[in-house]
C-alpha cells in the first residue's frame, strides 16, 4: 500500500498544479465566476489531500502494520474522487445533481482524517 499511497498523492499534486494552471488560463473566460470557484475548491482539496497520502505513506515506511493508515490512504483517495472529481464534473458540465456526490467525499475525507489519528496513536510515532 505504502507505494501505492506514495504515487497516489504525488500524482495527485501533478494534476493540482496542472488543474489549478488550466482553470486559471484555460477555464477563466469559460466558466461563470461561481462555477470557476467550485473548480478551484476543487483543486485545493486534491491538493491538500495529496498532501496528507504522502505523509500517511511516510508514516507506513516507519509503521508499516498499523491498520488505521491503510484506511486512511484508501479514504483519501476515495474522497478526492468523490469530492474533487465530483466538483470538477459540476464545473465544467453544470450539472448540479453531480454536487450530491461531493459530501460523500468529505465524509470519506473526515474518515481519513480519524483514521490517520488513530494510526498515529496506536503507532506511538
Not at 18 to 32: E, N, P, R, S, Y
Not at 80 to 107: D, H, N, R
Amino acid at each position: 500500500m505504502t507505494k501505492l499511497f506514495f504515487m497516489t498523492g504525488t500524482l495527485g499534486g501533478f494534476f493540482s498544479v496542472a488543474l489549478g494552471a488550466f482553470a486559471a488560463h484555460g477555464l477563466k473566460a469559460q466558466l461563470t465566476a461561481q462555477l470557476l470557484v467550485t473548480f478551484k475548491t476543487a483543486v485545493e482539496y486534491q491538493f491538500f489531500h495529496s498532501l496528507a497520502l504522502i505523509l500517511i505513506a511516510l508514516v507506513l515506511t516507519i509503521k508499516p502494520k498499523t491498520q488505521y493508515l491503510n484506511i486512511a490512504g484508501w479514504a483519501m483517495i476515495i474522497g478526492m474522487v468523490l469530492f474533487s472529481g465530483s466538483l470538477y464534473a459540476l464545473a465544467i458540465t453544470g450539472i448540479k445533481s453531480l454536487g450530491m456526490i461531493t459530501p460523500l467525499g468529505g465524509v470519506a475525507f473526515l474518515i481519513g482524517w480519524l483514521a490517520f489519528t488513530l494510526g498515529i496513536w496506536k503507532a506511538n510515532v
